[in-house]
């Protein structure tokens, strides 16, 4: 079941313009879905605005009253048929902070996979790792030209999504979202875990760790009672990664429970995070930090950030409590922990 996060979601959202645009066709097939998503939205006191291109048929003046009907909270904005959809949205003068695009389609890499979260720098220099996007429309144009709006300042976030029930909900509403997010000026933060929602996220991310094999099961109850232990990476105040923090000695901290988020996965977030709770605990003075993990990612991550695969004598006890998995470990001079700035490339 999915779960959504208003509380977290919505304080970021009240007040401010999304603008949803729909193309004609995808708006008669999910006209329904698309209103209650949209009444939705103005329910929690987000500003709405809905673009489209319906053509001023008389067969399209029943739903041009309908949408007038329905969302009469709602600012609709026609586009003429003729002109390019993408470019006449973009080119509208209103500086808003969330632009959705709902189109038939996931945004995909060429094996196939959703891409969740993007910058303008990677869409540049990925467009040719991209799929057969949107059919009917120019792909590498319009991409070029949401990196535009968004760097010219005129748009902090823009969604492309498949559009379907909930689909606009679950984008901005769950951690893990329906579609591709693009931004530059994501905001970031490494915490300590605070509130029952923080433990609920965290929760949900491990849970999906936990399907895949890799870690083991951690309990709501576990997390509450050691919520002093555990640490989030949040991303514009949402949380999308966690780490535990495992005392072994006096000098030696072990990196357990870490996951990321899906949505932020290849997005660098897994070094900031790492990086964040190293230079945390040195602080806390400590110098030496294992992990133990089977899950390819995180092994690859360890090292590339300077771990080594070797289980050192010193922790036999350790290794024995999980004997088949590989254990990375690491030495520090307190000096090499510089600031760690967010990795998410600008």
């Known amino acids: 079941m999915v779960q ?39 329910r929690k006191g987000v500003v709405t605005t809905l673009f489209h291109n319906l053509p001023h048929r008389f067969a399209n003046q029943k739903l041009q009253r309908k949408l007038e009907t329905r969302l009469p909270e709602t600012s609709l904005i026609r586009i003429a048929p003729e002109l390019d959809f993408y470019q006449a949205v973009l080119d509208h003068p209103d500086t808003v902070y969330k632009l959705i695009f ?8 060429n094996n196939g996979n959703k891409i969740n979260a993007l910058t303008t720098s990677r869409v540049r220099e990925g467009m040719a790792d991209f799929g057969d996007f949107i059919a009917n429309v120019n792909f590498r144009d319009n991409m070029n030209r949401l990196c535009e709006k968004i760097e010219a300042g005129q748009c902090d976030r823009i969604h492309i999504l498949p559009a379907g029930k909930n689909a606009i909900k679950h984008e901005l509403f769950t951690v893990e979202g329906t579609g591709t997010m693009i931004a530059d000026n994501f905001s970031e933060e490494f915490r300590q875990v605070q509130t029952d929602e923080d433990v609920a996220i965290v929760h949900r991310i491990l849970a999906m760790y936990k399907r895949s094999g890799f870690l083991k099961p951690r309990s709501k109850q576990y997390l509450r009672q050691n919520r002093q232990r555990f640490f989030v990476t949040a991303i514009d105040g949402i949380v999308v990664g966690c780490m535990e923090q495992k005392t072994i000695d006096e000098r030696t901290v072990e990196l357990g429970a870490l996951a990321i988020s899906t949505r932020f996965r290849n997005q660098r977030v897994g070094v900031y995070t790492v990086n964040a709770f190293m230079q945390t605990m040195v602080a806390q003075g400590y110098s030496r930090f294992i992990s133990l993990t089977r899950n390819p990612r995180l092994q690859a991550l360890f090292l590339q950030l300077g771990f080594v695969a070797e289980s050192p004598p010193e922790y036999s006890r350790r290794q024995s409590e999980s004997p088949d998995v590989q254990m990375f470990f690491k030495a520090i001079d307190q000096r090499e922990m510089a600031v760690t700035e967010m990795s998410f490339p600008k």
Request: include cysteine; charge should be neutral.
């Open 4 to 42: 959504l996060y208003l509380n977290e979601y919505v304080k970021n959202l009240v007040g401010r313009t999304v603008c949803i645009a729909c193309r004609e066709g995808i708006l008669r097939d999910h006209l329904t879905e698309i209103v209650a998503d949209v009444k939705y939205l103005v």
């Open 102 to 109: 709902l189109e038939r389609r996931y945004l995909i890499d």
